[in-house]
């Protein structure tokens, strides 16, 4: 089973910061990483899939990069609608997905 | 409009059964393989299932496997999942996701908006 990890879990940014959010895997994902936002009482929203590519619709402030097993999502000039918890998510076996255990970015 | 809505949550005792539903509408549903992800209160997002687009595969989380059955009626544009001698750690808002098509295959574009299974004595 692949295993994924978050870094920070818990983000304390200003308006206009950049952030960046990295994951990691327990094995070599060949770029299959999906970026996910999500806020309280809402359901996930795509952010980002193929370690990079940004979702139809999305600010072009958001941004992923890696490869193998170390992944990272940029928010360029944090806005005050960024402010939600972020998870990664492998999708390398269609036989088992994972998340990851998700960072929240709060407000300093 | 283009939706994934999800019904059956509710409130069962420990070791019964409950059938979630999601309609999707609005989309060539047999064009997808979907998934079943669910989140405990105050947790984070765990996927449970998925099913292929014409229903002749299935793969399931380790800790439901024996219990859950996804399955899927393409003429009705629905999703089901069975869920058998529930326990208490079962208890979730659980989504239904769209696995996106190429490109975006195996990352989930459209989500449903959730619903409450909680398990409970």
């Known amino acids: 089973d692949i295993h994924m990890t978050q870094a920070p879990s818990t983000l304390s940014a200003s308006v206009g910061d950049r952030v960046i959010i990295t994951c990691r895997a327990s094995q070599s994902l060949s770029g299959w990483l999906a970026w996910y936002q999500q806020k309280p009482g809402k359901a996930p929203k795509l952010l980002i899939y193929k370690a990079s590519s940004l979702e139809s619709g999305v600010p072009s402030r958001f941004s992923g990069s890696g490869s193998g097993t170390e992944f990272a999502l940029t928010i360029n000039s944090l806005q005050p609608d960024d402010f939600a918890t972020y998870y990664c998510q492998q999708y390398k076996s269609y036989s088992l997905f994972t998340f990851g255990p998700g960072t929240k970015v709060d407000i300093k | 409009e283009v939706q994934l809505v999800e019904s059956g949550g509710g409130l069962v005792q420990p070791g019964g059964s409950l059938r979630l539903s999601c309609d999707a509408s609005g989309l060539t549903f047999s064009n997808y393989w979907m998934s079943w992800v669910r989140q405990a209160p105050g947790k984070g997002l765990e996927w449970v299932a998925n099913i292929k687009k014409d229903g002749s595969e299935q793969y399931y989380v380790d800790s439901v496997k024996g219990r859950f059955t996804i399955s899927r009626d393409n003429a009705k544009n629905l999703l089901y999942l069975q869920m058998n001698s529930l326990r208490v750690e079962d208890t979730a808002v659980y989504y239904c996701?769209?696995?996106?098509?190429?490109?975006?295959?195996?990352?989930?574009?459209?989500w449903g908006q959730g619903t409450m299974v909680t398990v409970s004595s």
């Open positions: 996701a769209r696995d996106g098509n190429s490109p975006s295959q195996g990352a989930f574009d459209m």
